[in-house]
């Protein structure tokens, strides 16, 4: 059977989710400019592969933060994933352990720390740090003794941007309990004076790595590194937070030359990248752009609302497997083996053409 787009998975996901649901899932902030304009940024950069090179075997494992990983595509926190599938995150758990694929479970999961690990997944914790920091500690805490293996701090929330059509609509249609499943008290305000004292808190305390998700400025990936984040995530929430947010395809090789990431000298920081990444050729443009690893949102709930388990391991497989074909093509035999050369970056920008409808996979 062909492999269906992902697309169409988003096709196939509406019909099994309430109306409310599925435009939570798919919104952007505002008008949902930058929503809109993530999948076709990473089109606008063109490769140059090498030839004459054995690519007999095409290695894309690899390890992050000490995380060994069969492929450096992940998943991103995502909230109510039981919305999407009864079996929620731990669904979506158990696909990311079959695949080898790194799990980042957001802080409102509907599923128990326990009840994730439990699946033998390597797990790390997203987490909105709340005004009472003493909140913060316990979740991490049990996390952390739960086997989270990093703590990535979500930096662009300090409140939740307004969407035009609203978010009250899916409370009204979702059960309390898929939401906030780890916490034992009532939610407390987002803290909107998160500091460069809070990563190094968080890199002293727990002792497991943390990461900074939310990053599109080169010297705010500087003052995350500088403070103690072993790894910046640039990303803009998939388009959820500020409207007209910049794509990350225009600053991720910016951000990974100020701080480290792929193909940079010496040792440096991690650099990840999500936002409209849909096919392996997006995230061959982000490695040569500098991301040691880059993360799907929505494909992830459309194939757990479409197909649970299964739909889940599909759409990491379907991504998996076009990267592998990409790097063969682009004479590179292994996603750690691709150098900063794959690129022309001079003739084309992020502004080029949009992809013809449906050529994500
Ligand atoms: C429905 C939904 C819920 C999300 N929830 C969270 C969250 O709880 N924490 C977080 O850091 N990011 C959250 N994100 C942002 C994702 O982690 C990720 O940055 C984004 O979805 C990537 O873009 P993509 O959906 O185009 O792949 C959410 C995104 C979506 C679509």
Redesign the pocket.
Known sequence: MPLPRLRELEERARPRLPEEVHR??AQGAGAGLSAAE?EGSWSGHRLVPRVLRDVTHVDLSTSLLGTDVSTPVGI?????QRAAHPDGEVATARAAAAEGALLVL?S?AGSTFEDVAATGVDWWL?LYVTSDRTRTTDVVQRAVDAGARAVVL?ADTPVVARKEQGERSVWEVTDPSWVRRNFTEDGAEKARDLGPQDVAWLAGRFGVPVVV?GVLHPADARRAVDAGARAVWV?N??G?QLDRAVAVAEVLAEIAAEVGGAGSEGEGAEVYA????RSGLDALVARGLGADAV?????V?WGLAADGYDGVRHVLGAVTEDLREGLTLAGAAGWTAVTGDLLRTTTTTAAGPAPPAGTTL
Do not use: C, M, V, W
Request: glycine content about 14%; charged content about 15%; cysteine-free.
């Open positions: 939570y899932f993530a991103a926190p995502t909230t109510l957001s409102n997203q979500t998700k990303s929430h998939g959820r999500d936002g409209g990444i993360f799907l949102g929505r494909p709930l």
